[in-house]
C-alpha cells in the first residue's frame, strides 16, 4: 500500500514530466518563430516537368537572373513529366513545395493554380507590370479574386509535332491544310512502311488527353468558342454535344487505322521519345516547344514542325495557348524574391530567354513573321486568328481532364465506349 | 510426448524481487510514470492522428478551409462508384494473391534450402536479394520487361512463342496479374527468410525417427514440419496480408492505376481522391475502410494460423 507521502511524491515527478515536456515543447515552438533578422534568404527551389530533358530554357532563365542579382541562388528540381502534375498537387497540398514551380494556368488540371489559389497556397503577385504582360494571353487564367498568381512560360501551339523530312522520305504526306481523311490516308501509307504516323503515350493520360483536346478545338469549339461558358451554365453537356462525340469516335477511328504505333494504349512518353529517334513515327501530339527541344537535342539534325489535328469535318482551327505557367509557394521564406524572379520571367527580357530556349514564342506576339521555323506551318492561322485556347483553363476541376484522359485509354483498349467517357466528364463537372 | 516449456519459469526469489521494489519507493513509480512520454508521443502522432483522419471522412473538406458534415455519403460514394468499388475488389485479390503465392513460393524455396543444399547459403542471399532493393525501381525495371517492345515479349518471340506476346500492362486482367507477379517476386525472399527461421526450431531428430517410422515426404510435412512452424506461418501471412491490402508502390510505377484505373487500389486511389483531387473528406473515408478492412482480414487470418496445439 503506497502512504500518502509517497502519493505525493508520484504526483510531484509526473507534474514535473508534464511541466519538463510542455516547457520542451513552448521552447519548441517559440524558437520557429521568425527569423529575426529581417533579410529573407536568397536561396529558392524552382521544380519544372521534364517530359523530354531538354528544359534547359529554365535554367537559362535562371543563370540570367542571377547574373543580374548576384548571391542569388536558384536550385532546380526536374520532375519526371508523366507524374508531374500529381507530384506537384502533392507537394503543394502538403506544405513542401517548392518556392517557384511549373504549373498550369485556369482550374481544369491537376497543377493548375487557380484552386491552390483559392486555397491561399500561392503568392499573390503584385508587380504592376504584369497585368499588361499577361493581358494578350488572357489575365484572368492567371487570376483568382482579381489577384495575379502565375506568369506565362510563353505561347504554344498543340498540335502535331511533325518530322516532315521523314515522313517525305517515306513518301508521307500531312499539311496544315491536311483533311482527316488524309490523316487515315497517311496512316495506312505510313504503316505500309512499316512506321507509324502518330506516337501516342496511351498510359500518360495528359498525352491522351492532349490528343482529344486538339481534336476538340476544332469539333467543338471551333463553332463554338464558348462551350465552356455554356457547359458552366448546364445548357449544353458533353455527352450530347455531337462535337465531343466526333471527336472520341475519331480516336478511336485513328487506332483501328493504325495510325499509332504498337503497343500504344500502355506506352509512356519514353515510347514517343524512342521512337521519334529512330524513325520509327513520323509525329506526336504536344505543345510546339517539343519540336525546339528535339531539334537541339538533336544537335539540329532533326528539324520537327507544329501542325494542327485536322478536324473530323468542317473547318480546322489550331488550338494557341499560354497555359504553362510559373507560380510561386504562398509559404516560401523568400516572398519578395520570388515575386521578383517570376517578374522577371514575365518581363520581355525573360520572355525572350525563355522563347529561345523552349520553342514557345512570347506572349503577345503578333508578328508571326519572327517566329521559329516550326512555326511556319502554322503562321497564316496565327495571323488570321484562326485558332481557339487551351479549353482545360476554364474547366472546374482537374477530373475532366483526367478522366478524359485515361476514358481515351480506356477506349483505345476496349474498356469504355464513347457515351460512357462523355458521361463521365459531365458527372466529373459537377464535382463540387 | 513431454514438450519444453515456451519460456523459462522465474524462481520464486527473482518472482519477488519486482513486488518488493515497488513498495520500495522511487523505483516502483517508473513502472507506470517512465512510459507517460511514449504514450503521450504515441497517443498524439498515431491514435489522434487516426482519429482525426476518420473525423474528416464524414466531412466534405477538401483539405484547406471550412467544412460541412455530410453523414455517410462518402462512404456510401464509395460503394457506388464502379470505380472505387473496383479498387476495392482489386485490392482484395491483389492481397489474398500476393498471401497465398508468396507463402507458398516462399514456403517452398525455404524447404528446398533448409538442409542438404552445399549452396545454400549463396542461394539464400540470392533469393533475399530483391529485397532490399527500392520497390519503386524494381517496378520500374519491371515495367520496361512488361512493356510492347520489351523484353518479355522479344524472348517470347524468340522462342518461337509468339502467339503468348501481350501488350502486358493494357489489358486490366494481366496488368492486375503483372502488379501481383512484381510484388511476389520481391517478397519471396523476406517470407523464405521467416520460414526459415521457423524451420531452424524443427529438430532433425523428429522428422529421421518420423522418416524410419515409414512416413512418407509429404506426411512428414503436414504432421511434423508444419505445426512446428505454425508461428512462423502466421507472422508470415499476416505481414504478407498486410503488405498486400496496402499495395501501393507497385501499382503506381507499374500502371499508374491503368489502363483507364483497372488497377486502382484503395492506397493509389486514397492518394489520387486526397491529393489530386483534393477530396480529403472523400480520400480519408477510404482510409478509413482500408484500416477497418486490414484490422478484419489480420484478425481473421491470425484466428486462421493461430496456434491450436
Known amino acids: 500500500m503506497i502512504n500518502n507521502t509517497g502519493r505525493r511524491r508520484r504526483w510531484a515527478a509526473t507534474a514535473a514530466v508534464v511541466a519538463l515536456g510542455g516547457i520542451s515543447l513552448a521552447a519548441c515552438s517559440s524558437s520557429g518563430g521568425g527569423s529575426g533578422s529581417g533579410q529573407e534568404p536568397q536561396t529558392i527551389t524552382f521544380a519544372y516537368s521534364n517530359p523530354s530533358g531538354n528544359e534547359h530554357y529554365y535554367q537559362d532563365a535562371a543563370a540570367a537572373y542571377k547574373k543580374a542579382h548576384p548571391g542569388v541562388a536558384i536550385t532546380m528540381q526536374s520532375l519526371p513529366a508523366e507524374s508531374y502534375a500529381q507530384a506537384i498537387a502533392t507537394r503543394i497540398q502538403g506544405g513542401n513545395a517548392p518556392d517557384v514551380f511549373q504549373a498550369e494556368s485556369g482550374s481544369g488540371q491537376a497543377d493548375s493554380i487557380q484552386p491552390f489559389a483559392k486555397a491561399g497556397l500561392l503568392l499573390p503577385l503584385t508587380d504592376p507590370a504584369l497585368k499588361a504582360e499577361l493581358t494578350p494571353a488572357g489575365l484572368s487564367q492567371f487570376q483568382y479574386n482579381g489577384k495575379i498568381y502565375a506568369v506565362s512560360l510563353g505561347s504554344a501551339v498543340n498540335g502535331i509535332v511533325y518530322n516532315d523530312q521523314l515522313a517525305k522520305a517515306a513518301g508521307v504526306t500531312l499539311t496544315a491544310n491536311s483533311t482527316f481523311s488524309d490523316v487515315l490516308q497517311a496512316c495506312a501509307a505510313a504503316k505500309a512502311k512499316g512506321k507509324s504516323l502518330f506516337g501516342l503515350a496511351g498510359s500518360a493520360a495528359p498525352n491522351t488527353g492532349i490528343l482529344a483536346l486538339e481534336i476538340a478545338t476544332s469539333a467543338v469549339y471551333g463553332a463554338d468558342p464558348n462551350w465552356d461558358a455554356q457547359r458552366t451554365a448546364d445548357t449544353v453537356k458533353f455527352a450530347t454535344t455531337p462535337g465531343w462525340t466526333a471527336t472520341l469516335n475519331s480516336i478511336v477511328q485513328l487506332y483501328k487505322a493504325g495510325c499509332f504505333q504498337p503497343g500504344a494504349q500502355s506506352a509512356g512518353f519514353d515510347a514517343l521519345t524512342n521512337g521519334s529517334s529512330r524513325g520509327q513515327l513520323f509525329g506526336f501530339f504536344a505543345p510546339s516547344g517539343a519540336a525546339h527541344d528535339i531539334s537541339v537535342a538533336s544537335g539540329g539534325h532533326v528539324n520537327l514542325v507544329a501542325l494542327p489535328f485536322p478536324a473530323p469535318s468542317g473547318q480546322t482551327y489550331a488550338s494557341v495557348s499560354s497555359d504553362t505557367s510559373v507560380a510561386g509557394n504562398a509559404h516560401t521564406k523568400s516572398p519578395k524574391l520570388v515575386a521578383s524572379f517570376l517578374a522577371f520571367l514575365a518581363s520581355p527580357a525573360g520572355q525572350k530567354i525563355l522563347s529561345a530556349g523552349s520553342g514557345y514564342f512570347p506572349v503577345g506576339t503578333t508578328n508571326v513573321s519572327t517566329l521559329s521555323a516550326p512555326y511556319k506551318p502554322v503562321a497564316a492561322m496565327i495571323t488570321s486568328r484562326q485558332y481557339r485556347g487551351f479549353p482545360t483553363i476554364n474547366w472546374p476541376n482537374g477530373k475532366v481532364y483526367a478522366d478524359l484522359g485515361s476514358g481515351v485509354q480506356g477506349l483505345l483498349t476496349g474498356q469504355e465506349t464513347v457515351p460512357q467517357v462523355l458521361q463521365q466528364m459531365d458527372s466529373d463537372w459537377t464535382t463540387p | ?309
Open chain 2, 1 to 309: 510426448m513431454t514438450r519444453s516449456p515456451a519460456t523459462p519459469t522465474l524462481a520464486q526469489g527473482e518472482n519477488a524481487r519486482p513486488g518488493r521494489a515497488a513498495r520500495s519507493g522511487l523505483v516502483g513509480y517508473g513502472y507506470w510514470w517512465w512510459t507517460v512520454p511514449a504514450l503521450v508521443l504515441t497517443g498524439t502522432v498515431i491514435y489522434l492522428a487516426t482519429a482525426s483522419g476518420a473525423f474528416y471522412a464524414f466531412t466534405n473538406w477538401t483539405g484547406i478551409g471550412p467544412y460541412n458534415f455530410v453523414g455517410v455519403s462518402n462512404f456510401v460514394k464509395v460503394f457506388q462508384t464502379p470505380q472505387l468499388l473496383g479498387a476495392l475488389v482489386n485490392t482484395v485479390l491483389l492481397a489474398v494473391g500476393f498471401v497465398v503465392f508468396t507463402n507458398l513460393i516462399g514456403l517452398g524455396f525455404a524447404l528446398a534450402l533448409n538442409r542438404t543444399l552445399k549452396t545454400r547459403y549463396l542461394l539464400r542471399t540470392l533469393i533475399f536479394l530483391p529485397v532490399v532493393l527500392s520497390p519503386v525501381a524494381v517496378s520500374f525495371i519491371w515495367k520496361f520487361i512488361f512493356a510492347y517492345n520489351g523484353p518479355l515479349n522479344q524472348i517470347l518471340g524468340d522462342v518461337g512463342l509468339g502467339s503468348l506476346r501481350h501488350n502486358w500492362l493494357a489489358v486490366p486482367k494481366l496488368a492486375l496479374g503483372c502488379v501481383l507477379v512484381v510484388m511476389v517476386w520481391q517478397s519471396i525472399g523476406f517470407v523464405s527468410v521467416v520460414y526459415l527461421a521457423g524451420l531452424a526450431t524443427v529438430p532433425a531428430e523428429l522428422e529421421e525417427a518420423a522418416a524410419i517410422d515409414g512416413a512418407g515426404m509429404w506426411r512428414r510435412f503436414r504432421r511434423i514440419t508444419l505445426p512446428l512452424i505454425q508461428p512462423s506461418l502466421a507472422i508470415a501471412t499476416t505481414l504478407t496480408l498486410i503488405q498486400g491490402l496496402r499495395v501501393f508502390d507497385q501499382v503506381m510505377a507499374l500502371t499508374g492505376g491503368g489502363p483507364d484505373n483497372a488497377t486502382q487500389t484503395l492506397a493509389t486511389e486514397i492518394y489520387q481522391q486526397t491529393f489530386t483531387y483534393q477530396e480529403f473528406g472523400l480520400g480519408a473515408a477510404m482510409a478509413l475502410l482500408l484500416t477497418v478492412f486490414i484490422l478484419v482480414f489480420t484478425v481473421a487470418q491470425l484466428a486462421l494460423t493461430r496456434d491450436r496445439t
